[in-house]
């Protein structure tokens, strides 16, 4: 029996004249462009300068900051509030005032104030910004100490970035954008599919039918299941060829056991999704309101699962509520797969929160599905 | 008159009698300010510091202590470095010190102390930021021992540049102040855009679309009673957007406040002239979520500025997100809104949605079809 009806599904979705298209050029849109787009990395700061010294001292400084690399002069203003407009008018990013008496300060008593101004309406970009241009000012500040004889006691501890050496921002959000994939495929589908059913009417023929509930929700899910692991894998191929990123780190220390992980618990994910679109499926009368019902979900899993900010951020009530969201779990493990290599044993309180929810949604979809009004 | 407001009528009758729609049409933009105001954030509280202190004297016993009161910081106290890799593998940390043996001994006599800081750097920003903070800290107290300790040591030409960084227009570096404009760009375009379309095409689709265009009433009417409506409930959500900003984020409307109206509703109109061309490309439900959500609401939410910087991105991805109307209305409403400027830095912005508003109504009103096949 249930070897019919899923063939059935497979046949809807394959002679679909759009769905088999989405399913593959979905992610590779997603991973081709998005890792560019979203991405916080803060570079190309745009500077505005108001140097009201002038000296050999304040221009060496001036070259020293551009060559960087993080900032790009955008303006040489006179003063404060033309720096201002520069700001308001949406040409820079950050102001350097360099005071009257830089270099006279400096040489007389060795201390020396400047203004640093950033537009904080972006909070975090301002203060990367800020920490930037305040750490070359630093550099320079010894750099002038030993040219004067001085000794520099560099108290300053060993810094060491493990994982992502580079810190590159595109390897965080990869593993990151696939999570995104799979719940927006793999959930929005299953919601539009059983109510999708109701609205054409095709619903009663099943209903009439001896199928048994389990049956139904089982030949629903199974291919999303297998869709999912096809988006996947083409993440994968996507991943490797063009980021170089693999699970467990880079080519070299490649490991099978890592890929094995992953796809346990996507699978185990997968179910928790389909899950969760076929009861909202269940509990809508039409397309339109499954669809915003489950964009509505959809969206607040995804701003509390730390895809874009620490969890560790936010605020106690708002850290509660990740801890019932099953998509933090996944984004933890294919972070910590993908980037360190972690392996089950680490990831063992995922698996469980994840088998939790699959059990939860999907007992949940078997019993909201009525044959009767 | 009366024929169109009998229309007008019919449609939010339509609306009102879908009541789970309407009510995620209202709660969506409430919970939206207040997910994004309160949980998304990058500012760092409570990161979790492994710290391996092989020395523990009172040097280090001091340091840990500062580390400790920070808020910034909660210690675990760790005795093996294997501990650490397990702890990062398992994600109960962010950042990892050690200090080295006979710390404070070498730090007094021989110069040659080891203190190492290392971060979990899959997130580069959170790992950047997390790395100042305790780089300050460390460097407070290190300069602090070895000056209780050695007085009237030998003192050499130092210079040092002091930055005094102010913050402009968001001095606490609030997260809020940056995503309340794009979520105020969100929530129209999903309800102009999204909802005009898919309600315009699921009356091609259950066949009524025929009997409204054999009524008296002219086309164009039955598509002006179609986005009153929509019109109406996003006046509603802009109105409740400003307001749970200013009384419950404290993020204040610096600028003038009908200069912010006036954008807003320019901007209302091109997205529901967006909508009303989706519906004439599309004739099923499913295709104009789809195009609407992958077309709209993706590139919304990724390329429009709302959560990633566009200067950060590819100049491809720079020019593509120049199209979007809704990038040049969360640039202008960030400029009213936060900066609070004048009339005269928004021109360009205003001039170019505006272009867009009426390019994209007279070519949805004219490829309007007042015949179907």
Redesign the interface.
């Known amino acids: 029996m249930i070897r019919f009806l899923i063939e059935k599904e497979f046949k809807q979705i394959i002679r679909h004249s ?1 769905l088999p298209k ?1 399913i593959f050029a ?1 992610p590779v849109l997603m991973l081709l ?2 890792p ?9 700061i ?1 500077l505005s300068v108001v140097d009201s010294d002038y000296s050999t001292e304040s221009q060496r ?1 001036l070259h020293k900051i551009i060559a960087s690399g993080y900032f790009m002069l955008t303006d040489i203003s006179t003063s404060h509030p033309q720096a ?1 407009q520069s ?4 040409e820079a990013d950050i102001i350097l005032e360099i005071p009257n008496g830089f270099a006279r300060d ?1 040489a007389k008593t ?19 910004g ?2 930037y ?2 750490s070359i ?2 550099d ?3 750099e ?2 030993i040219e ?4 520099v ?1 560099s ?11 580079h ?3 595109k ?2 959000m990869i593993p990151a954008l696939m999570v995104m994939l799979l719940t927006m495929l793999c959930g ?1 589908l299953p919601a ?1 599919n059983i109510v ?1 059913e109701k609205e054409s009417g095709t619903i009663e023929q099943l209903n009439v039918t001896p199928i048994k509930k389990l049956t139904f929700i089982l030949a629903k899910l199974l291919p999303y299941w297998v869709i999912g692991f096809i988006v996947l894998t083409i993440s994968f191929g996507i991943a490797a060829l063009l980021y170089h990123l693999f699970p467990g780190g880079s080519a070299a220390t490649w490991q099978v056991a890592s890929l094995l992980t992953i796809y346990l618990y996507a699978g185990i994910y997968l179910l928790v999704v389909s899950g969760l679109g076929l009861l909202i499926s269940n509990y ?1 009368a ?4 499954a ?3 489950m ?2 979900f959809v ?2 899993l995804i ?2 699962c730390g895809l ?3 969890i ?4 106690d009530w ?1 850290q509660a ?1 990740t801890a019932i969201n099953p998509l933090t779990y996944f984004m ?1 493990v294919m ?2 797969v993908y ?5 089950m044993s ?2 063992l309180p995922q698996l469980f929160a994840l088998l939790g929810f699959a059990i939860v949604f999907n007992v949940g979809a078997v019993l909201s599905y009525r044959k009767t009004n | 008159m009366k024929q169109f407001l009998s229309f007008i009528r019919k449609e939010f009758y339509h609306i009102f009698r879908d009541t789970r729609t309407i009510l995620i049409l209202l709660v969506m933009p409430i919970l939206q300010i207040i997910l994004f105001g309160f949980a998304v954030t990058n500012e760092v509280r409570n990161a979790n510091v492994a710290v391996l202190d092989l020395s523990k004297d009172v040097a280090t016993t001091r340091m840990i202590a500062q580390f400790q009161a920070s808020e910034y910081f909660t210690v675990n106290q760790v005795r093996s470095p294997a501990e650490i890799d397990a702890i990062f593998k398992r994600g109960k940390a962010n950042l990892s010190m050690i200090f080295g043996s006979e710390f404070a001994d070498n730090l007094l006599h021989t110069g040659d102390f080891s203190v190492q800081l290392l971060a979990d750097a899959t997130d580069p920003n959170q790992a950047t930021t997390l790395v100042n903070y305790a780089s300050n800290i460390l460097a407070g107290g290190l300069s602090n021992e070895v000056a209780t300790k050695i007085s009237g040591g030998s003192v050499s030409p130092q210079i040092v540049i002091r930055p005094q960084v102010q913050m402009l227009y968001n001095p606490q570096m609030k997260g809020a102040y940056n995503f309340v404009p794009g979520v105020m760009g969100l929530i129209l375009m999903l309800i102009c855009a999204m909802m005009t379309s898919i309600s315009i095409v699921r009356e091609k689709e259950t066949g009524t679309m025929g009997v409204l265009l054999a009524s008296p009433i002219k086309p164009l009417y039955i598509i002006l009673a179609k986005m009153t409506p929509y019109f109406a409930l996003s006046i509603v959500n802009l109105i409740t957007i400003l307001l749970l900003s200013v009384f419950v984020l404290g993020v204040p409307v610096a600028g003038n406040l009908l200069l912010l109206v006036s954008v807003s509703l320019i901007f209302i109109l091109t997205a529901l002239a967006l909508g009303l061309l989706i519906s004439n490309v599309v004739d099923t439900q499913v295709a104009a979520m789809l195009i609407s959500g992958l077309a709209l609401m993706m590139p919304t939410m990724l390329l429009s500025g709302l959560i990633f910087p566009i200067e950060s991105m590819p100049a491809i991805l720079q020019w593509i997100s120049c199209v979007l109307p809704v990038r040049w209305f969360i640039e202008a409403v960030r400029k009213v809104m936060i900066q609070g400027v004048d009339v005269a830095f928004v021109l360009k912005e205003i001039g170019i949605l505006s272009g867009m508003a009426v390019v994209l109504m007279v070519v949805s009103l004219k490829k309007f079809k007042i015949r179907l096949q």
């Not at chain 1, 700001?87 to 949406?90: K, L, M, N, R, V």
């Not at chain 1, 060795?110 to 301002?126: E, H, P, W």
């Not at chain 1, 560790?312 to 605020?315: D, G, K, L, Q, R």
């Not at chain 1, 980037?339 to 392996?343: A, D, M, P, Q, Y």
């Open positions: 759009f989405l979905f462009v998005m560019w787009a979203a991405n916080q990395e803060v570079k190309n745009r400084m201002i700001i308001e008018a949406g400096m060795g201390f020396t104030d400047v203004l640093i101004s950033a537009n904080a309406v972006n909070g975090m970009k301002a203060g990367l800020s920490s241009l305040a000012l630093t320079y500040a010894q002038l100490s004067k004889g001085g000794s006691s108290l300053q501890p060993a810094v060491k970035f493990l994982f992502n050496p810190l590159d921002y390897v965080f929005f539009l999708g809508s039409t397309m339109q309101q669809m915003f019902v964009f509505f969206m607040i701003l509390m874009f900010t620490p560790s951020s936010m605020p708002a509520i933890q972070r910590a980037l360190k290599g972690s392996s680490e990831l």
